[in-house]
């Protein structure tokens, strides 16, 4: 038929038809106009999304399922897709670099999550609540019960107890439905993202008692008020008449939480507070497991207890832009290549003073006996043979695997570059190791050592085994970031400047808590938590410590 006669068709078409048509064109496209009209520009990115995979499902051959498994940018529903990915690149580019979480995200954890980010959103900093909530507090008075309920985090010690401590505290948040408010110091301002979509986590500059000098003893801390009669265990202080907040002392006192601070007495009194001030240096969501008030949400929240700190470190701690730019070019100049990444942290404590050589041969123990590290030969390495464009990884001449050292001392590092760069291996694989920074003493109170830490912190988190040291907050971190057992260097006996066994896998990757709280709580004598928690255990490397296990 010629394009006159179809033209000749379509003019005959009866009008009914053609309303027909139309009809049904508008029918169709309803739901779209629907989905636009209620959602607006997010309807839009939502359509697109869809066509753009149904176009990728289209293009895919039918064995697209053995193609590698795109990385979980949002860590199974941990991270909301409501960010500014240019203001933060570690949120979605670092997910790409960890290896797979070996523990699911409970769905009830997400909803948690998402209802704690519509509360902040509603109650944070430049909202009409927080100033309603702000002129209460400056009045003097806690007032009844406010709609808005806020936890004030300080931070303390280095950079590795103030990560714990700060994960700690946004789970109280999330048990307790408090808005965590941050204190960034100047060593602190821009080291991390801002964690909660559409609002902020700062404490704003106006804040009237970030300065003060807290200490347990202080008139504001919660023991003291016990001790005054100012708060009591039977409620018979009205939560209009209590001071107007609290302070909740949690640092480490002679290897103890102060006493009354994780008994169920104590949390029901501390819930009267509608504004809480909270200063840690430890690892205390082990001891929230302890109140049986806050059992059955952390039940649903972490059906597998190994999986706190990983899940929620991975949520809320990102690395602000500079820190994840030093990260992600040493990463991408040094490591990314290697078939396999090796990171041994060394950090020694000020309690137990360990000499460099002593350090050293327990470290070559520890590689050797768990084949971490490749035996040497004595004669010279080989030249690296670098594979051509169609060689396979399978067919290289050489494996090569990257050893990241981390440690405020160079000595580690060129003792061990020495040994790999001097000699052969018998294997026949080439090992490089690699030493970011090496600042000799901690300095946290300088913004680039923090960012530096808080990189290598990173940087050990993408490598695929992991030799830590006891007692090291800095280690805990990192092996919990990554959600893998290190190999951690068992504790010295200092009379004889040696170990029986050179490194031990952990029970679990959670960290320790070195300073457990007293649970005498009203009992006549302190009880041991491991004796009738069933998901507890002491640490192998601090034997009085805490922690979680699966």
């Known amino acids: 038929m010629g394009s006159e006669a179809m033209e000749a068709a379509g003019a005959r078409d009866p009008p009914e038809r053609r309303r027909g048509a139309v009809m049904a064109v508008l029918l169709a496209a309803l739901p779209l106009l629907l989905l636009l009209f209620l959602f607006g520009d997010r ?22 399922s053995s193609s590698p498994r795109e990385p979980d940018r949002l860590l199974g529903g941990l991270l909301s897709p409501n960010f500014d990915e240019p203001a933060c690149r570690s949120r979605y580019e670092g997910s790409r670099r960890w290896k797979p979480s070996p523990f699911p995200v409970s769905p009830y954890l997400v909803r948690k999550l998402r209802q704690y980010e519509a509360n902040h959103r509603r109650c944070g900093p430049d909202t009409s609540r927080y100033r309603e909530a702000m002129a209460q507090l400056r009045s003097g008075r806690n007032g009844d019960r406010g709609e808005c309920r806020y936890v004030v985090w300080l931070p303390v010690q280095g950079l590795g107890n103030r990560m714990l401590s700060l994960v700690s505290t946004f789970l109280y948040a999330l048990l307790t439905a408090r808005v965590l408010l941050v204190h960034e110091p100047p060593e602190m301002e821009g080291l991390f993202c801002e964690p909660f979509p559409g609002t902020s986590w700062l404490l704003p500059a106006s804040f009237p008692y970030k ?23 039977d409620g018979g202080n009205a939560s209009s008449a209590l001071p107007a ?45 302890l109140v049986p008030t806050y059992s059955d949400e952390l039940e649903r929240m972490f059906p597998s207890k190994g999986s706190v700190f990983h899940h929620l470190g991975r949520y809320l701690l990102h690395p602000g832009n500079p820190a994840w730019g030093i990260a992600q070019r040493f ?39 768990h084949r971490l590290l490749p035996q040497l030969t004595g004669s010279e390495p080989p030249a690296i043979v670098r594979p051509s464009s169609n060689t396979t990884a399978t067919s290289k001449a050489n494996k090569v695997k990257a050893v990241l050292v981390v440690s405020l001392k160079p000595e580690y590092y060129d003792k061990l570059h020495g040994m790999y760069y ?13 030493q970011p920074s090496h600042d000799q003493d901690q ?15 990173f940087l050990l988190s993408y490598c695929d085994e992991m030799v830590t040291t006891s007692w090291s907050t800095f280690g805990y971190v990192a092996h919990a970031l990554a959600g893998l057992r290190p190999r951690l260097l068992a504790p010295l006996d200092l009379s004889k ?22 649970l005498v709580c009203r009992r006549k004598q302190d009880l041991d938590p491991v004796a009738h928690v069933p998901f507890l255990r002491h640490c192998e490397d601090v034997d009085f410590g805490l922690k979680l296990v699966d």
Not at 422 to 434: D, K, M, P, R
Not at 443 to 457: D, K, P, V
Not at 506 to 518: G, K, N
């Open 245 to 289: 907040y609290v302070y909740l002392h949690l640092e480490n006192m002679n290897l103890r939480l102060q006493s009354h601070t994780f008994c169920e007495e104590d949390h029901r009194a501390l819930d009267g507070f509608n504004w809480m001030v909270l200063r840690s240096d430890s690892y205390f969501a082990v001891a929230l497991f």
């Open 422 to 434: 001097n000699n052969a291996t018998a294997s026949g694989e080439l090992v490089t190791v690699y």
């Open 211 to 233: 300065d003060v000098r807290f200490g347990s003893e202080s008139k504001e801390s919660y023991v003291t008020m016990l001790q005054n009669n100012v708060v009591r265990y």
């Open 497 to 518: 400047m040696r170990s029986d066994v050179a490194c031990v896998r952990p029970a679990s990757i959670e960290p320790c808590l070195h300073s457990p709280p007293s």
């Open 443 to 457: 300095h946290t109170e300088a913004r680039a050592h923090n960012e530096r830490a808080l990189a290598e912190i």
């Open 331 to 369: 990463f991408d100049g040094y490591l990314a290549g290697a078939d396999q990444r090796l990171g041994v942290q060394v950090r020694i404590v000020w309690h137990h003073p360990v000499p460099f050589d002593v350090m050293f041969d327990q470290i070559l123990r520890c590689t050797r006996e």
């Open 43 to 64: 309807a839009a990115s939502i359509a697109a999304d869809a066509l753009a995979r149904a176009q990728v499902k289209q293009q895919s051959p039918r064995n697209a």
